[in-house]
């Protein structure tokens, strides 16, 4: 067979195809109707009404620490002391108009930490919280940037004297006060973006990654949180805060930083050596060590919100015993 008897035989076939799509009866139109109308009879739209879930948990101490990392009380003292920024957001000078919403400040608050330490899917805070989906995102949105200001207090880089206090902590390595690296937060693969900027060829997977400066008594003293994940470690090291005597992130003359091979030897850092992964209280909040599913702009502030409450619960440990 020929190229033109193959062609002619191809055109044969699609004009059967075509006369029999033409032929074929178009589905009845309830089939063309949304799920939902083909689900439920007489569905015109769901009503939302909101629910107190503060008032139903609250009673459940423990269970209520497991879900937000927060006592009633310490979590009251929060959405309190946010209740005016939430009531005046600003943009550009311009008080911002709020949507009325179907819970109040505090639940919307109990919201926002119920999703960053369970990473929960937004339908199934919607039907706890009696919302319509988009409301719940729209709270999240609007939550999240006030409470980073609310405890980014949390971590605070120390002076030279706080440095200098810490020499000698490590018995083998006196001189150094404690570590540096990278943490990794696994992404899905992007559909508005290039993939390959979020590729580590190293991990094998999409990531975004977090520069974190631990002291050597474990506190997280700095961090940095929305690197690409193809950024190489001393890529990310050098386009953060420099570190050193007389810089912005001061230390003592004569004192360094632990880090793996990734990062540059000398001045602050010495190398090689493992410094550790992301901490485990911080592994706590799932929405930062759970695979990232929503928007780009919104991981970093969610990753260093999670770490500052995770070295809150450090703190608060720390006075428990």
């Known amino acids: 067979m020929d190229v033109q008897q193959a062609r002619l035989l191809l055109l044969n076939v699609l004009a059967w195809i075509l006369l029999f799509v033409a032929l074929n009866r178009p589905p009845p139109e309830q089939a063309l109707s949304p799920l939902q109308h083909r689900l439920f009879e007489n569905f015109h739209g769901e009503t939302f009404h909101g629910r107190d879930v503060f008032s139903l948990i609250s009673r459940q101490a423990h269970l209520f620490w497991r879900n937000t990392g927060e006592t009633p009380v310490s979590f009251l003292k929060l959405a309190n002391d946010i209740l005016p920024t939430l009531q005046n957001l600003r943009l550009d000078g311009q008080r911002q108009r709020q949507r009325r919403m179907k819970i109040n400040i505090i639940n919307q608050a109990l919201l926002v930490m119920m999703w960053l330490r369970k990473y929960s899917h937004i339908d199934t805070l919607a039907l706890w919280f009696d919302l319509d989906p988009t409301s719940v995102i729209r709270i999240i949105y609007r939550t ?74 474990g506190h997280i003293r700095f961090l940095h949180a929305g690197f690409l994940g193809s950024t190489h470690d001393s890529t990310s090291y050098k386009l953060m805060q420099p570190i050193g005597p007389g810089l912005p992130l001061d230390l003592p003359a004569g004192v360094n930083l632990l880090a793996d091979q990734g990062y540059p030897d000398g001045g602050a850092l010495m190398t090689p050596v493992r410094a550790r992964q992301m901490p485990k209280e911080m592994k706590t909040f799932k929405a930062a060590s759970n695979i990232w599913r929503h928007p780009r702009w919104l991981q970093p502030v969610c990753v260093e919100l999670a770490t500052f409450l995770s070295e809150r619960r450090i703190r608060l440990f720390k006075r428990l015993r």
């Open 144 to 217: 999240l940037p006030v409470m980073w200001r609310y405890f980014q207090n949390q971590i605070t880089w120390p002076n030279i004297a706080e440095w200098r206090n810490l020499i000698g902590n490590w018995p083998e390595l006196p001189n150094s006060v404690g570590a540096i690296d990278v943490t990794p937060h696994e992404i899905y693969c992007p559909l508005s973006e290039p993939q390959r900027p979020f590729y580590s060829g190293h991990r094998h997977y999409h990531c975004l990654n977090t520069q974190l400066v631990m002291d050597n008594e």
